[in-house]
C-alpha cells in the first residue's frame, strides 16, 4: 500500500505509514445486505381485518342491551304501577332494548361469519339474555296493567 502523503510503499496489513506516520486510507465498500422477502403463507393480520368491529361491537351491544334489560327489569318488577303509571314510557323502552337487541345480534352472526367465533359467541349469549329480560318485563308489564284494569 502506497502512502497518500509521502508516497512511501508499505506492506498491506499495516494501518499507518512506516515513514511519516500519517494513517493509510483503506478502500471500505458498502456491502449491501440481501433482501430476503418473506414467502406468502395467505393468513392476514389481525390488524384491519374485517369482522373484528363486528364482534367488538356485537359485545357491546350486548351488555348495553343487558344493562338496560336488567334495569328495566327491576323497575318493572318493583314499581310498575304502583304508582298509577301508564304502560306506555315501558313499552318505548322495551322498543329501545329489542332494537340494541336485535343489532347486537345481527352484529354477532356477521362476526361469525368472518370467522371472530369468540366475540360473536359472548355477543350471542348477551342479546339472548337481553331479549329473555326484556320479554320477561313485557309480560309482567302486562299482567300488571290487564289486572290493574280488572280491578278497577
Same mark, same amino acid.
Given at each position: 500500500?502506497?502512502?497518500? !502523503?509521502?508516497?512511501?510503499?508499505?506492506?498491506?496489513?499495516?494501518?499507518?505509514?512506516?515513514?511519516?506516520?500519517?494513517?493509510?486510507?483503506?478502500?471500505?465498500?458498502?456491502?449491501?445486505?440481501? !433482501?430476503?422477502?418473506?414467502?406468502?403463507?395467505?393468513?392476514?393480520?389481525?390488524? *384491519?381485518?374485517? =369482522?373484528? =368491529?363486528?364482534?367488538?361491537? @356485537?359485545?357491546?351491544?350486548?351488555? +348495553?342491551?343487558?344493562?338496560?334489560?336488567?334495569?328495566?327489569?327491576?323497575?318493572?318488577?318493583?314499581? $310498575?304501577?304502583?304508582? *298509577?303509571?301508564?304502560? $306506555? =314510557?315501558?313499552? @318505548?323502552?322495551?322498543?329501545?332494548?329489542?332494537?340494541?337487541?336485535?343489532?347486537?345480534?345481527?352484529?354477532?352472526?356477521? $362476526?361469525? =361469519?368472518?370467522?371472530?367465533?369468540?366475540?360473536?359467541? $359472548?355477543?350471542?349469549?348477551?342479546? +339472548?339474555? @337481553?331479549?329473555?329480560?326484556?320479554?320477561?318485563?313485557?309480560?309482567?308489564?302486562?299482567?300488571?296493567? +290487564?289486572?290493574?284494569?280488572?280491578?278497577?
Amino acid at each position: 500500500m502506497i502512502c497518500p !502523503y509521502c508516497g512511501t510503499q508499505n506492506t498491506d496489513n499495516v494501518n499507518f505509514c512506516n515513514m511519516c506516520g500519517s494513517r493509510l486510507i483503506t478502500e471500505s465498500f458498502n456491502v449491501q445486505q440481501p !433482501y430476503y422477502q418473506q414467502p406468502y403463507t395467505g393468513k392476514r393480520s389481525l390488524k *384491519g381485518t374485517p =369482522g373484528r =368491529g363486528f364482534g367488538i361491537s @356485537s359485545m357491546v351491544l350486548g351488555i +348495553i342491551a343487558v344493562y338496560y334489560a336488567f334495569m328495566y327489569w327491576i323497575t318493572c318488577t318493583t314499581s $310498575a304501577f304502583k304508582s *298509577g303509571n301508564s304502560p $306506555a =314510557g315501558f313499552v @318505548s323502552l322495551s322498543f329501545f332494548i329489542l332494537i340494541l337487541s336485535t343489532l347486537s345480534l345481527i352484529f354477532a352472526f356477521l $362476526a361469525r =361469519g368472518k370467522g371472530y367465533k369468540h366475540q360473536s359467541t $359472548a355477543g350471542l349469549v348477551l342479546s +339472548i339474555c @337481553s331479549f329473555v329480560l326484556t320479554f320477561l318485563s313485557i309480560m309482567i308489564i302486562l299482567i300488571l296493567w +290487564i289486572s290493574q284494569m280488572y280491578n278497577s
